[in-house]
C-alpha cells in the first residue's frame, strides 16, 4: 500500500513545551502531544470516554495486529484500562503502560519457548488436524494457552511443508524422501520462527520502547490516520523520502526468507558505490557507530535502515559477508546524493505521433531551499527537453505517488494553466485562503492524460483535480486514495528526546469547493485495476476526516470541455477486446479470493498443502501470461538531451534501459496513449 506521508510546506510551526529532566520520558512525550493536538490538529477531538475507548483498540491492535500473541485473558486484564485512558491523559499518570510491556514481553517469551520446545515433538502430517484460513480482521485471540500450543504446533507443520514444496514442487520427490527432508529443514524452521519474534523484540530497541510508541501512535491515529509520532530519526528519514538530495551512504537493503539482511541496490555516486567494496547481495552482518553496535541477526529490515538513518550516525563501519564468503569491514561516511527514487526523466513515445511521458513518484522539495530545485523544476525541466522533440501531447503517470509538498503540487499545476486559482486550503480555524497559480501564462498548452490508481494520494490529487477541474487534461486509470489533508512536523518541546508529531493542520479543497477526502478523485476513463476492492483508500480507515465542502471559486478560467464521453466510449471498446485487461480483472478475483475474501479448510496433510499452492500458483502464471509478454505498438526513446547524458554514465544507462522497458511494457501506458490519440485526432477534427 502506498505511503500516505505528507507535508505542507505553506507554514511549519514550532511547538515547544518544557521538558522536566525528572519527568518519566513518555509522560513527557504523552502531555506534551496532547496539548500540541489541543492547539494545532485541524480537528482535535475531546480528552473523554469516547476517546479513551478508541485509543485503547487501537493501541491493542498496534501491539499484537494478527492476533497471535495476546490471549483473551490479557485482554480482559487490559479492559480495566478502556474507560480510564482519559484520566491517565489528563492526569499525566503513566503507569498503565508497564503492564503491556510486561505482558508483551512475557508472550514472546512464552512463544519462543513454546516453539522451541516443538523442536523434539513428532508431528503429524497425516490429516488428524485441519488448517483453516480466514481474513486478518476475523482473526480471533487465544482462548488460553493449550491454544497457544496447537496453533505453533500447525503453523510450524505447514511452513515445514510450504518450505519443502517451495524447494521441489515435484510432490513425489518430497513423498519418497518426506522423513529425512523433515528432519533437515524443522530446526530451521523453528529457528526461522523464533527469529521473527525476536526481530518484534528488538523493534524500535526494545519492547518498551515499541509499547510506548505505539500509544503515541494510537493516540495520533485517533485523531486522523494521516497524524503520527517521529522518534529524531524517523522524521530524518521522512524527509529524506520527500527530498531530492539525501545524505546518506547510498545503501538499499532487504532481508531476505533466511533473515538476512542484504544489499539490493547502490545508489550510483553515493559513498558506497565510490568505496567500491560493496556488492548487491552482499550480507550485513553489523553496523557499528562508535561503541554502539547493532548486530543484524534476527533485526528487522527498518530497524537496521533506522540505524544507518540515524542523524549522528554520519561514519558507520558496515562488516559485510561477501558472496564467497570473505567478510570483511567497510568504513562509510555519508555523503549529500540525488534521490534516484525521485528522479523524473522524460521520454518519446514514438508512432504515428511523437508523444511525451513523464512519471512523476513523489511531490519531493528541497527544505534548504524550498524556492528551487523540487519537482516542479525538475518536470520543468525534462518538459523543456520534451518540446525539443515536438511531442504533440503528454502522459503525467502518478500511480502509486503517495503525494508530498503541496507548494509542489501547486506550482506544477500553474505550469498547465495559465493563471488561476488551484486550491482552497481551509485551517483549524475554519478560515480559508486561495491559493493561486500567480505567473501567467503556460509552459505547454498541449493535450495532456494523466495516470492515477488507488495509491495516488495528496498531492497527487491535488494536482490531477485541478487539471480535472480546468478541464486541463483527460484523468484516466482508477478513483484515487481520497486524502484531502496536509501536516506539518511539529516539536515536542525544545529537547529532540521528546520527539516530533506530524500532524495534520489543514484540508484542501478543489477550486469548486468540493472535496475529495475520502472520496478520491474520480477519474474520466476508468480502467480495470489489480487493485480494486483491496480496499486500502483512506476512507477504509479508521478515524478518517469526513468529506465536506466550503465555498468554491465562483469563476476561474477553465478551459472548454473536453470529449470525455467519446473517449471514453472507444477506451471501453477497446478494453472489452483486450486480453491483457481481462487477466488483470482475473488476476485481481484470483487475490480477492485467496488473500482478501478467503474462507476455507482443508486437512492438514502433504498433499492437501500442495494442491492448494501449486493451484494457486499454476493459476497464477497461467492468467498473468499475456501481462508480461504485452508490449506496445509504440517505441520508446529518451529525449537528446538525455541520451547525451547517458553516454558518460554506464550505471544509468542500464537503469535507464529497464525504464524503457517498463514503459513499452506497461498496459496502462499502452491505453493512455490510445486515448491521447484519440483526443489528439478529435481535435484536429475539430
Known sequence: ???????????????????????DLFCSQLSALERVVANNHYQPKTINDSLSSNVFTLFIDNLDENKRLFTESDIKTFEVDRFEIDEYIKLNTCGFIDKYTSTLRERISNSKEIIGGLATESFDYSGKDTLRFKPEHTFERFKDEAAVQRYWSKRIRFEIIRTLIENDSVIENIQNNFKTLETEIK?????????????????????????????????????????SFFTPTEKEMFENALS????????????????????????????????????????????????????????????????????????????????????????????VTKTEENAVTGFVLEDDTRLGYINIPSFYSNFESPSGTGLANDVAKELYQLKKENI??????????????????????????????????????????????????????????????????????????????????????????????????????????????????????????????????????????????????????????????????????????????????????????????????????????????????????????????????????????????????????????TAILLSYDTNKKDINQTLIKDIKNDIFIDEAHAILQDLLDLNSLN
Open 244 to 335: 531530492n538530495d539525501q545524505y546518506s551512504f547510498g545503501i538499499s537493503t532487504t532481508k531476505t526468507n533466511n533473515g538476512d539482511i542484504i544489499i539490493t541496490h547502490i545508489t550510483p555516486g553515493s559513498a558506497a558505490f565510490h568505496d567500491g567494496n560493496l556488492e548487491v547481495n552482499d550480507i550485513i552482518k553489523s553496523l557499528k557507530f562508535n561503541t554502539e553496535t547493532l548486530e543484524t541477526f534476527c533485526v528487522s529490515n527498518e530497524d537496521v535502515t533506522a540505524f544507518t538513518n540515524h542523524k549522528d550516525h554520519d561514519t558507520i563501519i558496515f562488516k559485510i559477508k561477501k558472496q564467497n564468503g570473505a567478510v570483511m569491514d567497510i568504513e562509510l561516511t555519508k555523503t
Open 1 to 23: 500500500m502506498p505511503s500516505r506521508l505528507t507535508i505542507s510546506l505553506f507554514s511549519l510551526f514550532v511547538v515547544a513545551f518544557g521538558f522536566t529532566q525528572n519527568s
Open 392 to 641: 504533440e501531447g503528454l502522459i503525467i503517470d502518478l500511480r502509486f505517488n503517495g503525494g508530498g509538498s503541496m507548494k509542489e503540487a501547486a506550482d506544477l499545476s500553474g505550469m498547465f494553466i495559465n493563471r488561476g486559482p488551484v486550491s482552497i486550503l481551509k485551517f483549524n480555524n475554519g478560515e480559508t485562503t486561495t491559493i493561486k497559480d500567480m505567473n501567467r501564462g503556460a509552459l505547454f498548452t498541449k493535450p495532456i492524460v494523466v495516470l492515477v490508481n488507488n495509491y495516488s494520494a495528496s498531492a497527487s490529487e491535488f494536482f490531477a483535480a485541478t487539471m480535472q477541474d480546468y478541464n486541463r487534461a483527460v484523468i484516466v486509470g482508477s478513483t484515487t486514495h481520497g486524502k484531502a489533508s496536509a501536516q506539518v512536523i511539529l516539536n515536542l518541546g525544545q529537547d529532540e528526546q521528546l520527539g516530533f508529531s506530524k500532524l495534520t493542520v489543514e484540508k484542501f479543497y478543489r477550486v469548486t469547493g468540493e472535496s475529495h477526502q475520502s472520496k478520491g478523485v474520480i477519474p474520466d476513463i476508468v480502467l480495470p485495476n489489480l487493485y480494486d476492492d483491496f480496499n486500502t483508500q483512506e476512507e477504509y480507515e479508521p478515524f478518517a476526516l469526513d468529506n465536506d465542502s466550503v465555498d468554491g471559486v465562483r469563476k476561474f478560467p477553465k478551459l472548454r470541455p473536453l470529449p470525455i464521453e467519446t473517449l471514453a466510449k472507444n477506451s471501453q471498446n477497446r478494453i472489452k477486446d483486450n486480453i491483457v485487461f481481462s487477466a488483470i480483472q482475473d488476476l485481481n478475483q484470483l487475490i480477492l479470493d485467496n488473500y482478501f475474501n478467503v474462507d476455507s479448510e482443508y486437512l492438514l496433510t502433504l498433499e492437501n498443502v500442495h494442491d492448494d499452492m501449486i493451484g494457486y500458483r499454476t493459476s497464477w502464471k497461467s492468467i498473468n501470461a499475456p501481462i508480461e509478454t504485452h508490449e506496445s505498438d509504440f517505441k520508446v526513446k529518451n529525449s537528446t538531451a
Open 187 to 227: 530446526p530451521k524452521i523453528i529457528q526461522k520462527e523464533i527469529c521473527k519474534l525476536e526481530t518484534l523484540e528488538n523493534r524500535l530497541g526494545s519492547v518498551d520502547a515499541f509499547v510506548k510508541q505505539s500509544f503515541l501512535n494510537a493516540f495520533l491515529h485517533y485523531q486522523d490516520p494521516n497524524s
